[in-house]
C-alpha cells in the first residue's frame, strides 16, 4: 500500500469516526491526537523515510485503533519531519507502542533521529471530507 493509499484510508476513517467535523465535546471519549517533532540526520533521511513508512504502513494496517498518522517534511529542510498521529483511545496508543513494528521502528532509528519533541494534544476540531 503506498503513502498516498494510507492517507485515503485514514482520511476516510477520520471522516467515518468523526462524521465529516466535531468539536472537542462531540468526539467520542478518549480520542488521543499526538504530534511529533523530528531531526533526522540528513546522511540517513533515506533510511529513515524507508523505516517510518513500513512502520506508519503496518500501524494503520493492523491497528484498528490507529485512525490516522500523517508525516510531512519541512519543504525548505526535508530532515525535519512532522507527524500528526490520532488514536481512537489512551488504550489503543499505548497498544500501538508495543505492537512488533512499532518496536522494530524504535530499534532500527535512533541512531538517524538528532532530535524529537512529542507533543500531547488536546483536540479541538478535526475535520475531513467522508466519501
Known amino acids: 500500500m503506498s503513502i498516498k493509499d494510507v492517507s485515503m484510508a485514514a482520511a476516510i476513517s477520520i471522516g467515518a469516526l468523526i462524521g465529516g467535523h466535531a468539536s472537542a465535546q462531540d468526539m467520542p471519549n478518549g480520542v488521543v491526537v499526538r504530534i511529533a517533532e523530528l531531526d533526522i540526520d540528513p546522511a540517513r533521511l533515506d533510511d529513515y523515510k524507508a523505516a517510518v513508512r513500513e512502520e506508519m ?3 494503520v494496517r493492523l491497528e ?3 485512525l490516522a498518522i500523517y508525516s510531512v517534511a519541512e519543504k525548505d529542510n526535508p530532515a525535519r ?4 498521529e490520532i488514536y481512537a483511545s489512551d488504550e489503543a496508543y499505548r497498544s500501538h ?4 513494528h512499532f518496536k522494530k521502528y524504535v530499534a532500527v ?3 538517524m533521529i538528532t532530535a524529537r519533541k512529542l507533543i500531547e494534544t488536546i483536540p479541538v476540531q478535526l475535520s475531513a471530507k467522508s466519501r
Open 57 to 59: 504502513a503496518d500501524a
Open 109 to 111: 532509528t535512533p541512531t
Open 97 to 100: 507502542l508495543e505492537s512488533p
Open 64 to 66: 484498528p485503533g490507529v
Open 81 to 84: 519531519l512532522r507527524f500528526f
